[in-house]
């Protein structure tokens, strides 16, 4: 069946460095693919999003990256901050099917003053 | 203008019991899925309810069922609980027209099986 696959599992960085985070996925027909942001004990908040259909999309300290012709995309967050410690989750569509998404199992991002 | 609200928060069951999820989705959504996330994993999809149908299904046994009312909010059912469904039950609403894909999660419903 479909599958995404997060790399790493887990980051720690100090802070003004910068965190890279890498994704596969295995659907030809994905053609949506979200990041999310989960901090302890609170809900996944979208930060960043990128369609089939661009390579690149930056949003500030944050940009995503996406190759479809090697099925992969990265998650780039330059001059890290404390409170970007959280877990990140990559997601991809099924199918071309809007709403439904397969995510990674995570990755913890720990930035050290 | 409310997001995406659930209940209960927490709840704890024993095996064998059923249990219902609440969701309201968020103003101006009418796309409802849910979305059982066991910790230190992902988010895992259940399925997904548009016009009170049950539109698409991930890789859950029918012992978990859903319900969308005219209002666009949603109920989650789980019957014969195990141990191993023990988790957080987030609930996502996403707009309908234009379907960006975009997924609005609420705060989930964390449930213990004992």
């Known amino acids: 069946g479909e599958n995404v696959e997060q790399h790493p599992s887990t980051l720690s960085v100090q802070e003004g460095d910068s965190a890279v985070i890498k994704c596969t996925y295995s659907d030809s027909a994905s053609n949506y693919f979200p990041w999310y942001k989960q901090e302890l004990g609170k809900r996944p908040q979208l930060i960043i999003d990128i369609r089939s259909n661009v390579g690149e999309k930056k949003d500030q300290r944050i940009a995503v990256t996406l190759n479809k012709t090697a099925k992969h995309f990265s998650l780039h967050i330059t001059e890290t901050q404390p409170e970007d410690s959280a877990v990140y989750f990559c997601?991809?569509?099924?199918?071309?099917?809007?709403?439904?998404?397969?995510f990674g199992k995570g990755t913890k991002l720990s930035v050290k003053p | 203008d409310a997001g995406v609200t659930q209940s209960p928060t927490h709840l704890i069951k024993t095996r064998g019991q059923q249990v219902t999820l609440r969701c309201s989705p968020k103003?101006?959504?009418?796309?409802v899925s849910w979305y059982q996330q066991a910790l230190g994993q992902g988010p895992q999809f259940i399925f997904q309810y548009y016009e009170e149908e049950e539109r698409q299904r991930g890789n859950f046994p029918d012992r978990f069922s859903g319900h969308q009312f005219p209002n666009y909010s949603s109920e989650l059912n789980v019957n014969a609980l195990l141990l191993g469904d023990s988790a957080l039950y987030l609930c996502?609403?996403?707009?309908?027209?234009?379907?960006?894909?975009?997924?609005?999660f609420g705060e989930g419903s964390r449930l213990t099986v004992l």
């Open positions: 103003s101006g959504h009418d796309t």
């Open positions: 997601a991809a569509s099924i199918g071309g099917s809007q709403g439904n998404l397969i």
């Open positions: 996502a609403s996403s707009p309908g027209t234009p379907n960006t894909g975009e997924l609005f």
